[in-house]
């Protein structure tokens, strides 16, 4: 079933005629379209014999990237510590299709449970990675636009204000004032201020391939680009839990500015994904709705502690101080009038504890083990498993 109005997918014919007439040696190879549920969000997949993969977008914000592709997927792989699917054939248009295309080699393998896993060796391996490309010279790479990741996060607070009110119509399991909390306190965050960095900014569960538990490829480069290295780190949250999610924050070795940020776009592609994907794509709004209630843990956890002798916090209290601590638009001091909350030694506008300690109270977030566990065997290449 398709998951946006505009699709324009592929057939095994196009494909098959596609080849024929541009890859005469490919052409007597049987042409197979991958089975639906590893079906991403930008792209068709079609297996070419044994060893190759067809990658036709199906919507028209994914057709730039066969070009982004061809044009750096072959400067970034000798830096990288694993595989990357550097295209074989950059496709034209053709046989009623009307983007380019790519062929990438098939990489054998599985990917880690969809919804999570607490493995710190991998964590550690994916680390690895992100390291590696974030050293790479970025001269002449493509700069990332406003809005896409890498980019400031003010450029896509307007998105995800509009989808709250429409979030606050269902029940999705978490407290939409509680998120609208986390996104301020995310969105306050300083920008990266420093030079930009090579980001892949999807590295989630399907966009890694591994081998008896290490990772042995990175597929998928659909929001290559130069910018803010946070939507690298934010794969603490997307993809690892528990033990693993502290091993990749820290093998990665961020600030704790840039993993606000991180954060905040774990946050919100999450938030926006619940809304679109709702009837559409329902394991990617699942997805959004755990990312959701993660960050949500996250920054409470970041802020709880509590030093000795002092009383438990109540989780409005907690919820509050995790606000203010990150910044979000309240300022301690000056002639403001003050409550003080005993909270790691905060001090908090009167303002401020009136409009949040109203909000409703927060529902308790899913322990971090309940996620999925299943690895997921998968013959895999190009995963295109992100969001667009």
């Known amino acids: 079933m398709p998951i946006h109005d505009d699709e324009v997918r592929a057939t095994v014919g196009q494909v098959r005629r596609l080849v024929a007439a541009q890859c005469p040696p490919w052409a007597d190879l049987p042409v197979t379209a991958l089975a639906g549920e590893l079906e991403g969000t930008d792209h068709v997949l079609f297996r070419i014999g044994g060893d190759l993969v067809a990658r036709m977008p199906k919507i028209a914000t994914a057709v730039d990237q066969a070009d982004s592709d061809a044009r750096w997927l072959p400067v970034l792989a000798p830096h990288l510590p694993v595989r990357i699917p550097v295209p074989l054939h950059l496709g034209e248009p053709g046989a009623e299709y009307p983007w380019r295309w790519t062929v990438v080699p098939w990489i054998p393998g599985d990917t880690p449970p969809r919804l999570g896993c607490d493995d710190v060796p991998l964590a550690r391996d994916v680390a690895a990675f992100v390291r590696a490309l974030h050293r790479v010279e970025t001269a002449g790479g493509p700069v990332k636009p406003p809005g896409s990741r890498g980019s400031a996060?003010?450029?896509?607070?307007?998105?995800?204000?509009?989808?709250?009110?429409?979030?606050?119509?269902?029940?999705?399991?978490?407290?939409?004032?509680?998120a609208e909390a986390a996104w301020d306190a995310c969105h306050a965050?300083?920008?990266?201020?420093?030079?930009?960095?090579?980001?892949?900014?999807?590295?989630?569960?399907?966009?890694?391939?591994?081998?008896?538990?290490?990772?042995?490829?990175?597929?998928?480069?659909?929001?290559?680009?130069?910018?803010?290295?946070?939507?690298?780190?934010?794969?603490?949250?997307?993809?690892?839990?528990?033990?693993?999610?502290?091993?990749?924050?820290?093998?990665?070795?961020?600030?704790?500015?840039?993993?606000?940020?991180?954060?905040?776009?774990?946050?919100?592609?999450?938030?926006?994904?619940?809304?679109?994907?709702?009837?559409?794509?329902?394991?990617?709004?699942?997805?959004?709705?755990?990312?959701?209630?993660?960050?949500?843990?996250?920054?409470?956890?970041?802020?709880?502690?509590?030093?000795?002798?002092?009383?438990?916090?109540?989780?409005?209290?907690?919820?509050?101080?995790?606000?203010?601590?990150?910044?979000?638009?309240?300022?301690?001091?000056?002639?403001?009038?003050?409550?003080?909350?005993?909270?790691?030694?905060?001090?908090?506008?009167?303002?401020?504890?009136?409009?949040f300690t109203r909000l409703p109270r927060l529902r308790q977030p899913e322990r971090r083990q309940d996620c999925d566990q299943t690895p997921r065997p998968l013959k895999h290449a190009v995963g295109s498993l992100g969001w667009s």
């Open 189 to 355: 965050a300083p920008d990266w201020d420093r030079d930009p960095v090579w980001i892949h900014g999807d590295l989630q569960p399907g966009n890694l391939i591994t081998d008896a538990g290490r990772l042995l490829a990175v597929v998928d480069f659909g929001a290559l680009g130069v910018g803010d290295p946070a939507p690298d780190v934010a794969p603490a949250l997307w993809t690892f839990t528990g033990a693993a999610r502290d091993a990749y924050r820290t093998a990665v070795g961020y600030d704790d500015a840039t993993w606000r940020r991180a954060c905040g776009w774990a946050l919100a592609p999450s938030l926006t994904s619940v809304d679109y994907y709702r009837h559409s794509f329902p394991r990617m709004a699942e997805h959004g709705r755990r990312m959701v209630r993660a960050v949500i843990a996250e920054l409470v956890s970041a802020t709880a502690g509590s030093g000795s002798g002092r009383r438990t916090p109540s989780r409005r209290q907690v919820r509050l101080s995790a606000l203010i601590a990150t910044g979000a638009g309240v300022v301690c001091g000056g002639d403001t009038a003050q409550a003080s909350l005993c909270l790691s030694g905060i001090s908090v506008p009167a303002a401020a504890v009136h409009q």
């Open 153 to 178: 996060l003010r450029h896509v607070d307007a998105g995800v204000r509009r989808v709250l009110p429409r979030l606050a119509e269902h029940d999705d399991g978490f407290d939409v004032a509680e």
